[in-house]
């Protein structure tokens, strides 16, 4: 086993993106001796510096985040839509939710469960044209782009959809389907 130099240790830190704090809470030991070792100005336990070269795998193992598995453009609707533009790219596109976005915000979605739950309450066969907004269904949950994939992993267990957004703009979504392509 090749000991890493501070150097070493603490360009392999930043690169992970992780600070000096993140470190030491996930190795249990104190931000100071971190930043000590980096330094070079203490010649750390080798159980210590082993806890710190442990941290920096694991992050570099988990290192695929949203943006690599995230797809764009994102289809969408606007809650002013009519439900049979929402059911035309449905179709077409053959994804079974579209996210709704107002001024490129997301405010919730519509799901073909939506649609079929209003056929069978009869709200599709009234004569007025039906919007998106009156069956829209609870948004998706938002993260960043650089957000781990192991939490967009937890997020999709409760949402059939997960929102990249960075700087207030919809980058791309996430969809279980796409998770299984870290499968090969």
């Known amino acids: ?11 392999k830190r930043i690169q992970m993106g992780l600070k000096q ?7 249990g030991i ?10 070079g100005s203490v010649d750390p336990r080798v159980s210590t510096l082993a806890k710190i070269v442990n941290v920096l795998q694991a992050a570099e193992k988990s290192a695929v985040t949203a943006a690599d598995v995230m797809h764009s453009p ?13 059911i035309e790219i449905m179709g077409k596109k053959g994804i079974s939710q579209l996210p709704v976005l107002e001024n490129g915000v997301p405010i919730g979605c519509i799901s073909e469960s939506a649609i079929t739950n209003a056929m069978d309450e009869g709200g599709l066969h009234q004569k007025c044209p039906r919007v998106v907004r009156d069956y ?7 993260v ?4 781990p994939i192991e939490t967009v992993v937890h997020l999709l267990r409760h949402s ?9 703009k919809v980058q791309g979504v996430i969809t279980r389907h796409d998770l299984i392509s870290l499968i090969t």
């Open 136 to 142: 829209m269904e609870p948004g998706f949950p938002t």
């Open 160 to 168: 059939h959809a997960v929102i990249v957004i960075e700087k207030g």
């Open 144 to 147: 960043p782009p650089t957000t």
């Open 1 to 11: 086993m090749e000991i890493p130099t501070p150097a070493e240790l603490r360009a």
């Open 30 to 39: 104190s931000q100071s001796m971190v930043a000590r070792i980096e330094a």
């Open 74 to 86: 994102v289809f969408s609707v606007t809650p002013e839509d009519p439900v049979s533009r929402a």
């Open 21 to 27: 704090a993140d470190v030491a809470r996930m190795a």
